[in-house]
């Protein structure tokens, strides 16, 4: 396991932790907070053990001047103090004299939060591309670097791997959280294994695919990429998402692991995508050419009830059906209703995906599952088997 924040005597140490703060923000209003939310136990830990405070995050890119003033950390800032109920000394700089010299004066269980780490990236992407400079520099700044930004894990940034290779280290609650979750998947999991596939693409989940055929003892799939794999299957698919640079890969999975991966019987049908579009459900063969899938129905309902309902471990990444839209939710709500009652009979699962994460939860299913991961592709590449390099630097306890 990695050295956690609870590894360390705390006291008195300039304590550099890098936090996910990258939220959502228009002319300055944060639009949801929770990833501020998030980081408090690990913010709030450091300050109750009295450490001095200093915390780093990106928002957004930054590639133009323009960009400078969308992404300024600065209303975080204040909302970080509302939460926290405490003063956070925000440094509109990423290095230099104003930046060090409050950081010599914070006292024990102070908070500082710097600027923007990517406005290093206006000029030669210097935390993008881990400049080795930037990292030694930043590193130079504190005593103990904690990590607890998952989202970025999955990148070699100077305010990770650049830091992390030079300070003692240790992951923060939220990362350490992660790790136990997806440890539970990666490494024996208790069978049968099963794994939901959905949303939009196949190309994004292509690497996710060829490990999991080796790893799973079951694939369902359904959402958008399904399509592909029907039209592989010599089905005609009407107007419904297909990459048709794709369909060789699907063929070859289908090939090779025909008992492995399970195909959807039926879907909804719609002619557009709107709620004000009549539907039909049909079988996968009966897809008319101006019609959409845009959702599951009964008879896979049934048939993919019977892979889970035995499984012991379930990962799911992509919504079912075009979830945004009431008419297509059925599948994803279905499925989320399914996971939580499997998840009180002491079944492992573990939701991971941006948009999956944000369906579950605008559903009211955010404390249902054992694990609902909050880092999209960090998620991805760990279900895809790889190593994660914001991971690897840190230390071994
Ligand atoms: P995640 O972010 O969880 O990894 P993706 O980004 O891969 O998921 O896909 C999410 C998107 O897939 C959603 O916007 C959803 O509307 C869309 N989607 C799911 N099923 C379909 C479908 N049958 N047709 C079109 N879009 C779909
Ligand atoms: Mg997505």
Not at 304 to 333: M, Q, R
Not at 349 to 367: H, M, N, Q, R, S
Request: aromatic share 8%.
């Amino acid at each position: 396991m990695k050295k956690t924040i609870r590894d360390y005597d705390l006291e008195g140490k300039k304590v550099i932790i890098r936090v996910d703060f990258n939220v959502p923000i228009k002319d300055g209003i944060i639009k949801d907070d929770n990833r501020i939310v998030e980081s408090l136990r690990t913010i709030n830990y450091a300050i109750e053990h009295r450490a001095k405070v200093i915390l780093m995050s990106h928002l957004g890119r930054v590639k133009e001047e323009a960009d400078l003033v969308k992404n300024n950390l600065e209303p975080v800032s204040r909302r970080l103090a509302e939460l926290i109920n405490k003063e956070v000394i925000f440094v509109n700089a990423t290095r230099g004299e104003e930046l060090e010299s409050a950081i010599n004066n914070l006292q024990n269980g102070d908070v500082l939060l710097m600027q923007n780490t990517r406005f290093e990236d206006l000029e030669g992407k210097k935390e993008s591309k881990n400049d080795p400079e930037l990292g030694k520099y930043w590193a130079s700044l504190g005593d103990i670097y904690i990590n607890d930004a998952f989202g970025t894990a999955h990148r070699a940034h100077a305010s990770n791997v650049g830091i992390a290779s030079i300070l003692p280290n240790g992951v923060g609650f939220l990362i350490e959280e992660e790790l136990e979750a997806f440890d539970k998947v990666t490494n024996n999991p208790v069978r049968p294994y099963t794994v939901i596939l959905g949303g939009s693409k196949v190309s994004d989940k292509i690497e996710v695919i060829k490990h999991l055929v080796e790893t799973a003892d079951h694939i369902l799939i359904g959402g958008g990429m399904m399509f592909t794999f029907l039209k592989a299957q010599g089905y005609e698919v009407g107007k419904s998402l297909l990459e048709e640079e794709f369909i060789g890969f699907c063929k070859e999975m289908l090939e090779k692991y025909p008992e492995k991966i399970i195909l959807p019987l039926d879907c909804v049908c719609g002619k557009e995508l709107s709620n004000d579009t009549n539907i039909r459900a049909c079988q996968v063969s009966d897809i008319h050419e101006d019609e959409m899938g845009l959702d599951l129905s009964m008879l896979t309902f049934n048939l993919f009830g019977k892979y889970i309902e035995e499984s012991k471990t379930i990962v799911w990444n992509g919504p079912l059906g075009a979830f945004e839209y009431e008419k297509f939710a059925d599948g994803t709500k279905v499925l989320c209703k399914v996971l939580a009652e499997l998840t009180k009979n002491g079944v492992t699962t573990i939701i991971g995906g941006g948009d999956t994460a944000a369906a579950a939860i605008e559903f009211g299913y955010k404390e249902s599952f054992t694990h609902i991961s909050t880092g999209g592709g960090a998620s991805l590449e760990l279900l895809a088997g790889k190593e994660l390099p914001g991971i690897a630097i840190m230390m071994e306890s």
